[in-house]
């Protein structure tokens, strides 16, 4: 850890939020440890933390509706093209930055 300047738990990922010189930045955890992380700064932690919760609810949202397609693709009500296309667009949403949106 760099120095984290706040540590939180949400959904039972590891959110550490860091102090720069110019701001703070998060980084996310999964319980597997796969990572959540931009490179923006905020003006204050609290600030960070919220943006990083926001990240982690998308991500388990796109997650969740990602499965739901491949359930519906393996029991042929969704057709190879359409369930490729929705899958890759709900990855890249998956990891785009909350700003970008």
């Not at 204050?44 to 991500?59: C, D, N």
């Not at 969740?64 to 393996?74: D, F, K, P």
Request: hydrophobic share 40%; glycine share 4%.
């Amino acid at each position: 850890m760099n120095n984290p300047h706040l540590i939180d738990f949400y959904h039972g990922w590891l959110i550490e939020v860091m102090s720069e010189a110019d701001g703070f930045q998060s980084v996310c955890y999964s319980p597997a440890r796969g990572q959540l992380h931009d490179r923006t700064l905020y003006a204050t932690a609290f600030e960070a933390l919220g943006i990083a919760r926001q990240r982690v609810s998308r991500y388990l949202a796109c997650y969740t509706l990602s499965n739901q397609l491949r359930e519906l693709y393996e029991v042929d009500k969704l057709g190879l093209e359409d369930w490729q296309s929705l899958s890759q667009f709900l990855t890249r949403l998956a990891v785009t930055h909350i700003e970008e949106l």
